[in-house]
Structures are given as structure tokens and as C-alpha cells.
């Protein structure tokens, strides 16, 4: 069966990754000020790494988006700071593109 052809799996969520993505949106100007490289490859090397560290939280539900939500201002919302501090300097000492 074709999943995708059969469900609309847009509902289907990671709040992990817009995490992520919103944390490290918030301090790529910054960084990038103090010498961390923009080009595409780099931003998601650092998006990719702060991800693989960190535990997916999926959701498919508006109730789950709530609980996400929630989640943003407490532990899990520092892990998802301290993940992306993490890969952006692995990122800066050592890109792959060079």
C-alpha cells in the first residue's frame, strides 16, 4: 500500500525537528557573526547533528500539538538548546564542505 497516496501525512509532525530548526533560527545570525560558515551544507550539518542527539517527538493530534507546545519552555526545550551549542561548534571547529 501507498501510504502517501492513501493519507494525508501531513499531519504527522516531529516537534523535535521545528524545535531544532526554531533554536538554531534564533542564533545563526549571532554565530554566524562569530565565524560559523551559512552555506547550506553547514546549517544542515548542524540541524542533522543537534536532531541525532536528541529523542523525536512525533505527533499526529491537535491535542498532540498542545502537549509540544507545553514542552517548548521546560528540560526538553535546554536539551534542544544544549544539542544545537553542541553541533553548531562541531560544525564551526570542523566543516565538511572544506
Do not use: W
Amino acid at each position: 500500500m501507498d501510504l502517501e497516496k492513501n493519507y494525508d501525512l501531513t499531519f504527522l509532525v516531529n516537534d523535535t525537528e521545528r524545535m531544532v530548526l526554531e533554536e538554531l533560527g534564533r542564533r545563526l545570525d549571532e554565530e554566524i557573526a562569530d565565524g560559523l560558515c551559512d552555506c547550506q551544507e553547514c546549517v544542515l550539518d548542524i540541524a542533522a547533528l543537534a536532531l541525532n542527539n536528541l529523542k523525536p517527538h512525533y505527533h499526529a493530534s491537535l491535542l498532540g500539538t498542545m502537549y509540544a507546545h507545553a514542552a517548548e519552555s521546560g528540560e526538553f526545550a535546554e536539551q534542544v538548546q544544549g544539542a544545537v551549542d553542541v553541533a553548531i561548534k562541531k560544525v564551526k571547529k570542523n566543516p565538511s564542505h572544506g
